[in-house]
């Protein structure tokens, strides 16, 4: 069967949803791709080569089916165990030469530790959009195998991931997922190519994993603390924002001076490496050790845009 004849259009979409009995409805932002032009597109976006790919949220098949037409194995996470106990069936008769490269783990993505098979290379996922972020960056902290990726959110989560300092929306998502990795904006999603059609757009963000900073042998955990603090009141200045981390205004302020960041500046202004840097000089405080919330800033929207009309994670896990 070629590919064409393999991957699922409207007709198959709404076919396969009505045999299941569900009903994608906007006020519960339940959304499919029909468009298998849009999937190929991830998929070269994606750039697989021989890759073991994670992907979120499979829900109905339709870009499962297209990475299986290039990964060497998928494993597809789906918290819903009708739409897991199905994927299955659709993959062996739409595409029963590649059927064997797929496994289905029914679970929730934000609280799986470990997954079956070799170690995961790749996330190529269209996520669902309450739990975009805190999915990237937990997938990112438990599976250090995983070198690239490629995801579909919502277009707002888009921009706020791969910012920089200095911009309007740059915050804890950007920051964080720089701890991990190189991020760019790989292309805009329109909202035709989903039955029923969104309000909000959608982004394709990439990512290739790189080494964190090299400053002083801080964890992330402390890194993140100090992010989270940061952001936390992002119109104070680092002085007044971190004074509850470091004990006090003053301790801050020594704390920052000594990371040769200015006090007077905000946290909008600091890349990933400057927060590795203040996070040396903390002193001793006896509050709760550091953060490690993957979900501040994340949630755009409250909606869930993805192939599967009930999502690969669930929000519970936030």
Request: proline share 7%.
């Amino acid at each position: 069967m070629g590919d064409t004849q393999a991957l699922l259009g409207p007709a198959e979409v709404r076919d396969l949803a009505g045999r299941l009995g569900i009903r994608p409805t906007k006020t519960l932002g339940q959304n499919f791709v029909i468009d298998a032009n849009t999937v190929r597109r991830i998929v070269r976006a994606a750039e697989l080569d021989d890759d073991v790919v994670i992907e979120v949220g499979p829900g109905l098949g339709s870009l499962t089916l297209a990475l299986l037409e290039r990964a060497r194995r998928v494993v597809a996470v789906e918290i819903d165990p009708v739409l897991a106990e199905e994927l299955p069936r659709t993959v062996a008769a739409r595409a029963p030469d590649v059927a064997g490269r797929l496994e289905v783990v029914p679970a929730d993505a934000l609280r799986i530790t470990a997954l079956p098979g070799p170690p995961p290379t790749a996330l190529v996922a269209n996520l669902p959009y309450n739990v975009a972020v805190p999915v990237v960056l937990h997938l990112l902290a438990t599976f250090p195998s995983l070198r690239h990726g490629l995801v579909m959110v919502q277009a707002e989560v888009a921009d706020r991931l791969v910012a920089g300092p200095g911009s309007k929306v740059y915050g804890v998502p950007s920051v964080k997922l720089a701890w991990y990795a190189d991020a760019r904006r790989a292309g805009s999603v329109g909202r035709a190519v989903f039955w029923p059609a969104p309000n909000v757009d959608s982004g394709l963000v990439g990512f290739t994993r790189r080494d964190p900073p090299d400053v002083g042998g801080v964890t992330r955990e402390e890194v993140f603390a100090v992010v989270d603090a940061a952001f936390a009141q992002r119109r104070k200045t680092l002085r007044a924002a971190l004074a509850g981390w470091a004990g006090s205004a003053d301790a801050a302020e020594r704390a920052l001076r000594a990371a040769d960041v200015d006090p007077r500046t905000r946290g909008e202004a600091l890349d990933v490496t400057a927060f590795s840097r203040i996070a040396q000089y903390r002193p001793f405080v006896a509050v709760d050790e550091c953060s490690e919330d993957h979900g501040e800033g994340a949630v755009a929207g409250s909606g869930h845009l993805g192939d599967d009309a009930r999502g690969g994670a669930g929000s519970d896990g936030l």
